[in-house]
């Protein structure tokens, strides 16, 4: 089935790297995505990459892909406290995008 | 930056009352998406349209939930009549290709 997990809190010290991890179940997933939520808003996209693909970095944020075992991580390097949100993993199955519980970074100055 | 609009951002509503949700989805995007989102849990899908046409409804409690997008540009959806279980943020997004771009959201709160 489809199903995807990831831990539920993460507390790092300001100017520290963040790591977010998931698994997901579903092997046919085409794309993978990282969303931020912040208080009462709704999601924002940060990045994603093609199920191809094994890494993809934009600025702060890498992106790590292992395919064999199912996992994808969020690497946020020098975290601020303007990160402290919600983060969402998701993966696209056919028409159909399931989401992650959330993980909420915790950014302490 | 195009965007995704949302309206009301916040309604308040008693039980067995008639609620309706707005969303403009981002020029030019074809999908529009509705989701729910319960207070801790990610989204989940409740109808997905392409162009004027619902692609997925599986997951619509379709004795009070329907949605419309009738000139496949702006949709709305309606809850009537409404539960306590039906108080969360509902989330419309939009997309063009691999990404869905999503609107800040209507906190419905049901009494």
């Known amino acids: 089935g489809e199903d995807v997990e990831q831990s539920l809190f993460l507390s790092v010290r300001e100017g520290d790297s963040s790591v977010i991890n998931c698994t997901y179940t579903d092997s046919s997933s085409t794309y993978l995505y990282w969303y931020k939520q912040e208080p009462g808003a709704g999601l924002q996209l940060l990045t994603y990459?093609?199920?191809?693909?094994d890494m993809k970095q934009d600025q702060r944020l890498t992106v790590l892909l292992n395919k064999k075992d199912k996992h994808l991580s969020l690497r946020i390097a020098d975290t601020q406290t303007g990160d402290s949100a919600i983060y969402f993993c998701?993966?696209?199955?056919?028409?159909?995008?399931?989401f992650g519980a959330g993980t909420r970074l915790f950014v302490k100055a | 930056e195009a965007e995704v609009a949302q309206s009301p951002r916040y309604k308040i509503t008693e039980k067995s009352q008639a609620v309706a949700f707005w969303c403009d989805p981002i020029s030019g995007h074809a999908t529009l998406y509705w989701y729910r989102q319960i207070l801790g849990q990610g989204p989940e899908l409740l109808v997905q349209?392409?162009?004027?046409?619902?692609?997925?409804d599986s997951q619509l409690p379709k004795d009070r939930f329907s949605a419309e997008r009738l000139k496949g540009v702006d949709s709305t959806l309606k809850i009537q009549p409404a539960e306590l279980g039906d108080s969360a943020m509902y989330l419309c997004?939009?997309?063009?290709?691999?990404?869905?771009?999503f609107g800040p959201g209507t906190r419905l709160t049901v009494l």
């Open positions: 349209f392409q162009d004027e046409s619902v692609v997925d």
């Open positions: 998701a993966e696209s199955i056919a028409l159909k995008t399931i």
């Open positions: 997004a939009s997309s063009s290709g691999a990404a869905q771009y």
């Open positions: 990459i093609f199920s191809n693909m």
